[in-house]
């Protein structure tokens, strides 16, 4: 992208452009001094009032002027006769000239930089940013203003130790203007410590005990719904950034409905209205599906709303999940580490909500082309440029505008760094969310669990049908030798016979329980415990028998 400002510069000649004559020709021009004819006071005042100017050219608008205020009547008698009137000259027209900006920009910093050479600035540091260059760019601040301030690679290469958020130094260097931009900056030349600022103190305290809490664990981080049907998003409304976050989400996912809680985004009822808004959307049960707090950038005292302790457990005790949308990518806030997702800026964030994917590689090539065609042309501006300096100015001009060659190509290459690394952070995720359901669906995995299953109930069936074996085969042993103790051929092994009478039946007759059944001479058949005898009843002998005789 050409810069306009440059070709501006590039036409004219610093060397024979002083800083008197810049500041002498915006000036507009004064007409000829005329001498004062010795007029009365009423016909000179008539004369300044009702003096038309000289025409304006069509395209030039008239200045408004104010009307006269309409003078007192005068009774109607004759005024007394006057001299005549010399003739007054008509006032000359004002010399108008138009500058271009880059021509007023480089007066302004020529103006400045011979004003300011040489000052010491005391202030708290912020947004300390280091670029691969080896420069570093932060903002001096204090309760009331800001400055921003950079420390070219060689004068940062001799500093003792490393800048940091929230520390208080005291920076010598000299003003000056960053042309592409317009904006006001101090060039350092070495900066000293002097101990570190109130509300980076108090910021870096809450942070250390939330963060032994377990707040900003990221086992407590919920992941966002896939498909939002509503978004709860808690901003101000007369700010650009819910303007921002609308186009991303018309143009990426136009049915996403968005509930707006409106909310001041700084200053002292800031973290209140927050929170409120957060309480309000868990107690809407099924109407929105994550809330998104969105503000654009500032200071950290524009943002120490968002470092409020009440708003960070307001956060943390959300039932919904939670998106941190606060500031740009360098600004980071306590609701930041608690949120269940930070965002870089409030457009990214409807991007990372809306899931959506771009191109990124030819993004990427167009930057890059982009940014080697821009160093090229101001390549060719510098030695354009560097052509037309003295030799007194040239050490000077000539680090000041590497510096801020170098400036330029930091900041673009910030740009490229940011838009790559948001680009390239929605499709991981995704993939990330894709492999994970993959890995839930995978049938190794279910075939894995279901053999799992079939092996322990194999074991439980084979521990019952042990158990129900060993019950059943007590059982029998119990029978078994309550069924032996009361078998008669027990008794046969202690000495007793059982006697059969023969009655030529090969099996056994009929058991003798009597001697009076039997005859004498009559065949008996014993069964011993071990084999069988037959004998003859010689003699017989009982009570009965000897009652007969």
Not at 95 to 101: A, G, L, Q, S
Not at 213 to 241: C, H, I, Q, Y
Not at 279 to 291: A, C, E, Y
Not at 411 to 425: C, F, G, I, K, P
Request: charge should be positive.
């Amino acid at each position: 992208m050409l810069d306009s400002g440059g070709m501006a510069e590039s036409e004219e000649n610093p060397s024979s452009t002083t800083l008197a004559s810049l500041w002498l020709s915006s000036r507009p021009a004064k007409p000829p001094r005329q001498p004062e004819p010795a007029i009365p006071a009423g016909d000179l005042q008539m004369g300044l009032i009702f003096s038309a100017p000289a025409p304006a050219s069509p395209a030039e608008k008239p200045p408004v002027r104010r009307a006269a205020r309409p003078r007192a009547e005068t009774p109607a008698t004759p005024p007394p006769e006057q001299p005549p009137k010399p003739h007054l000259p008509a006032p000359a027209p004002l010399e108008r000239r138009i500058w271009t900006v880059r021509a007023l920009v480089t007066g302004v910093r020529q103006h400045v930089e011979a004003g300011y050479a040489d000052l010491w600035v005391e202030g708290e540091i912020s947004n300390c940013r280091p670029a691969p260059s080896g420069h570093l760019y932060f903002t001096l601040k204090d309760g009331e203003a800001q400055l921003p301030v950079v420390l070219f690679r060689r004068q940062a290469q001799l500093l003792r130790f490393r800048p940091q958020d929230g520390l208080a130094v005291l920076a010598r260097g000299r003003l000056s203007v960053y042309e592409s931009r317009g904006q006001l900056q101090l060039i350092a030349e070495t900066i000293e410590p002097r101990g570190a600022g109130a509300l980076q103190l108090a910021y870096e305290q809450l942070k250390a005990r939330l963060l032994a809490e377990g707040l900003f664990d990221a086992a407590r981080k919920r992941p966002l719904p896939a498909f939002p049907r509503t978004v709860g998003v808690v901003t101000s409304t007369g700010g650009a950034v819910l303007h921002d976050i609308l186009n991303v989400i018309r143009r990426r996912h136009a049915r996403l409905n968005l509930l707006i809680y409106p909310a001041p985004m700084q200053g002292p009822d800031c973290a209140a209205s927050v929170a409120a808004g957060v309480r309000w959307f868990n107690q809407q049960p099924g109407k929105v599906d994550l809330i998104l707090l969105a503000r654009g950038g500032g200071t950290i005292e524009d943002l120490a709303g968002f470092n409020d302790e009440a708003l960070a457990r307001a956060i943390a005790a959300s039932g919904l999940p939670v998106v941190s949308a606060i500031g740009h990518e360098t600004d980071f806030t306590i609701a930041d580490f608690v949120a269940d997702l930070r965002a870089p800026t409030p457009s990214a964030a409807a991007e990372l909500i809306t899931a959506a994917q771009h191109r990124i590689e030819e993004r990427v090539l167009a930057l890059e082309t982009r940014v080697q065609r821009a160093i090229r042309y101001q390549l060719i501006l510098a030695r354009q440029r560097f052509t037309g300096l003295s030799a007194a100015h040239v050490l000077t001009r000539v680090r000041d505008l590497i510096g801020l060659r170098g400036q330029r190509l930091d900041d673009l290459r910030h740009r490229l760094e940011t838009a790559a690394s948001r680009r390239l952070r929605t499709p991981a995720a995704r993939l990330a969310a894709l492999t994970a359901r993959l890995d839930r669906h995978n049938p190794a995995v279910r075939l894995a669990l279901a053999r799992r299953r079939l092996e322990s109930a194999g074991q439980s069936l084979r521990r019952i049908a042990h158990t129900l074996i060993s019950a059943r085969a007590g059982r029998l042993n119990h029978a078994s030798a309550r069924l032996e103790a009361l078998s008669p051929l027990a008794v046969l092994n202690r000495g007793y016979a059982l006697v059969y009478l023969a009655n030529g039946n090969p099996a056994g007759g009929q058991l003798l329980r009597n001697a009076a059944d039997v005859e004498s001479g009559a065949t008996i058949r014993a069964r011993l415990a071990t084999g069988s005898i037959e004998a003859q009843v010689t003699h017989k002998e009982g009570p009965a028998l000897t009652e007969t005789r």
